[in-house]
């Protein structure tokens, strides 16, 4: 018999495809994990299978045992649906159990159907319960001048009608560049940002990072991105108001995503006492004005 080689597992991450290999064997120990980070769609299918499963096994105990349960004219299938009822605790009073090893096997499919439901509830207390934040990230960032400065913009809008407080929203590149000794090694770099917390981030926020000489960006251009394998990864994180929790989303952006020498359209309105923001319009973008251009050196220039 072959030897098994190291073990494998695919995840994904944002974007992103991994594969680590030689993880070790761990399922039932962060089974929990597991099924909370489970879509709902997943989590109502391993219910599904798990509750068939463990009403087979014990249809097939007392199959296995004839005369265990009385008044069974259809064999398997009644034993199947006295399983059912028996998990649980639902008696109809037809099918009974009939023998010693009956009781015992009804007793014991009993206990399980127990500390099923209540597994069961808190899995699906702990999912109602986890605080999730709804921010909507642009699809793109785009670099323009600010202030005469050009700069590395994102924006982001809470679609919840509350606030999220003491909000803080972090930038980091991560890339790739080789060592003095030949290796490639992956860096990760926290970008300054113009204004990093917000009090209370209720509309939106369009997060910035200053593309001075100081900056990890300055004199790149898309193709020097690409190269390098670059990823801006964004997180906010903050304490919801209305669940008291702390609630957080994060997103992450390639190079074809950073758009030169564009700038956002504006999605807030104000009238009178009346504000209005479009959230339709949160990815859409504007060219440069030629004005905007003419303060300083175009971005494009400074960037790339």
């Known amino acids: 018999m072959r030897p098994r080689g190291p073990r494998k597992v695919r995840l994904v991450l944002g974007t992103r495809r991994f594969t680590k290999i030689g993880?070790?064997?761990?399922?039932?120990?962060?089974?929990?994990?597991?099924?909370?980070?489970?879509?709902?769609?997943?989590?109502?299918?391993?219910?599904?299978?798990?509750?068939?499963?463990?009403?087979?096994?014990?249809?097939?105990?007392?199959?296995?045992?004839?005369?265990?349960?009385?008044?069974?004219?259809?064999?398997?299938?009644?034993?199947?649906?006295?399983?059912?009822?028996?998990?649980?605790?639902?008696?109809?009073?037809?099918?009974?159990?009939?023998?010693i090893f009956g009781h015992v096997l009804a007793s014991l499919e009993i206990f399980v159907g127990l500390l099923i439901l209540a597994l069961t509830t808190g899995l699906v207390f702990a999912r109602f319960s986890r605080p999730t934040a709804r921010i909507q990230f642009s699809d793109v960032m785009v670099i323009a001048p600010f202030n005469g400065v050009p700069t590395l913009m994102m924006r982001a809008a809470n679609e919840r009608h509350n606030l999220i407080l003491e909000a803080t929203v972090n930038m980091t590149l991560i890339y790739q560049k080789r060592t003095l000794e030949g290796e490639t090694f992956r860096h990760q770099h926290d970008l300054a940002l113009v204004r990093h917390r917000s009090a209370a981030f209720t509309l939106s926020w369009t997060v910035m990072h200053k593309i001075t000489e100081t900056s990890p960006l300055y004199g790149k251009s898309t193709k020097d991105l690409e190269d390098a394998n670059m990823i801006i990864a964004v997180s906010i994180s903050g304490m919801d108001d209305t669940l008291e929790q702390l609630v957080h989303a994060r997103t992450e952006y390639l190079a074809d995503q950073i758009l030169f020498d564009r700038r956002f359209a504006d999605i807030i309105s104000v009238e009178s006492d009346h504000t209005t923001v479009d959230l339709t319009r949160l990815n859409e973008t504007q060219p440069v004005t030629r004005h905007a251009r003419i303060t300083e050196t175009s971005s494009a220039d400074q960037v790339r």
């Open 23 to 99: 993880v070790r064997p761990g399922v039932l120990r962060d089974a929990y994990h597991l099924i909370l980070g489970m879509g709902w769609l997943g989590f109502l299918s391993v219910l599904v299978v798990s509750y068939t499963i463990v009403n087979l096994l014990f249809a097939v105990g007392y199959w296995l045992s004839p005369g265990a349960v009385a008044n069974t004219p259809r064999g398997f299938l009644d034993l199947l649906f006295f399983s059912i009822e028996t998990l649980s605790t639902v008696g109809y009073g037809t099918m009974v159990p009939a023998t």
